[in-house]
Each structure stands twice: as C-alpha cells, then as structure tokens.
C-alpha cells in the first residue's frame, strides 16, 4: 500500500532478521515473545515504522516492515536491537545470566528488500511459519 510522508510518497518494505546472541534459544517463553513484539510495535510506532509480520523460532526474530525512505535498512536493524536489548534486559534481568556478554544481539543480523508484487506473499508465508514444527523449517530459499 502506498503512504505518504513529509514531501515523499512510498511503498517500501523491509525484512530485518536480528539474531540472539550466542544463538541462544530464548525466545521459546510467551512471556518474552508477547513482550518483544510490544516493544518492536511501540518503536514502529514511534517512528512512523509499519510493521507487517514478525516471528520467531527462539534464537533469532524476523521482522517484515514498511518505513520512511528516510530510513536505511542498517538504520531500522540499528534502532530495533539496540532498544529492545536495553528494554529486554530491564524487564527481564535474568536474561543477563543466560547471555553473559550483557548484550542480547549478536552483532550481525539480515537486511533486505523486499520486491512488492512477487516477493511479499512468499516472505509473509515463511515469517507466519516461524516456530512450527511441520518437519522441517522452510529455509528462505524454499519460499
């Protein structure tokens, strides 16, 4: 869907994947899903984000989402780990014993782009798959 923004018009969307660090499997407590999701709608909020699609299979979350041009893609993956790390560790302390680095992230991660008529149904297809068990995992060659 076309928005519009300050003196621009756009239709872009973003698929950021952040990574746990360590690849620690700690996404796997509702508790910790429900509040990460918060989190990353309250950003998108904030910054006129618009988020389409998460999901999660416990060590890394998949976020697909439409932002400002003003927003380069190292720019969304920047302000979505680095505010949910500091909050995630606020709320939840003892994510800091599972993860001695005191770092929630690993310093890599995924960005890309996503083509808006034939790539958008395959990835919201592989990101609503997230988490379940039908076998195997989809890989994103597969969608």
């Not at 599972?98 to 770092?103: F, I, R, S, V, Y």
Request: with cysteine; glycine share 10%.
């Amino acid at each position: 869907m076309v928005k519009k923004a300050n003196h621009c018009v756009y239709d872009t969307h973003n698929h950021v994947v952040m990574v746990m660090k360590y690849r620690k499997k700690i996404l796997i407590k509702d508790e910790y899903i429900d509040y990460l999701c918060h989190l990353i709608n309250e950003l998108a909020e904030r910054n006129d984000f618009e988020i389409e699609e998460i999901g999660t299979d416990g060590d890394h979350v998949h976020v697909l989402l439409s932002a400002p041009p003003r927003y380069s893609p190292a720019k969304l993956k920047k302000v979505l780990k680095g505010t949910t790390g500091k909050l995630m560790f606020a709320r939840f302390p003892q994510l800091r014993e599972l993860l001695w680095g005191g770092e929630l992230w690993s310093d890599g991660g995924y960005v890309a782009t996503i083509g808006q008529y034939q790539g958008m149904p395959g990835i919201v297809k592989y990101l609503r798959n997230q988490g379940k068990k039908k076998g195997k995992q989809m890989s994103l060659s597969e969608f």
